[in-house]
């Protein structure tokens, strides 16, 4: 799921999204925030994994074969490419 997909799904700005990843410690949003992330994340399959002895959190696919996302909105682009 790309950024802007996420931002969709959430209704956040694409900037918040960014700077929630954009880092490997404590994410710099708001709870609220993050937990919808979270949220929308699990609902479109992903696991996530807690650390576990020497090995680090991480997230996978709930299913080997989840089904690809689709847009909710097309990308329709707003100025005619004819004039």
Same mark, same amino acid.
């Not at 919808?36 to 994340?41: G, R």
């Given at each position: 799921?790309s950024?802007?997909d996420?931002?969709?799904?959430?209704?956040? @700005?694409?900037?918040?999204?960014?700077? %929630? =990843? +954009? #880092?490997? /410690?404590?994410?710099?949003?708001?709870?609220?925030?993050?937990?919808?992330?979270?949220?929308?994340?699990?609902? @479109?399959?992903?696991?996530?994994?807690? %650390? =576990? +002895? #020497?090995? /680090?959190?991480?997230?996978?696919?709930?299913?080997?074969?989840?089904?690809?996302?689709?847009?909710?909105?097309?990308?329709?682009?707003?100025?005619?490419?004819?004039?």
């Open positions: 799921m950024v802007l996420l931002a969709e799904r959430t209704g956040l @700005a694409p900037n918040t999204i960014k700077r %929630a =990843e +954009g #880092d490997n /410690g404590p994410a710099p949003v708001n709870t609220a925030n993050a937990k919808l992330m979270v949220a929308t994340l699990q609902a @479109a399959g992903a696991v996530f994994l807690p %650390a =576990e +002895g #020497d090995m /680090g959190a991480g997230v996978r696919l709930a299913t080997p074969s989840q089904p690809a996302l689709t847009r909710r909105r097309s990308r329709a682009n707003p100025i005619d490419a004819s004039t």
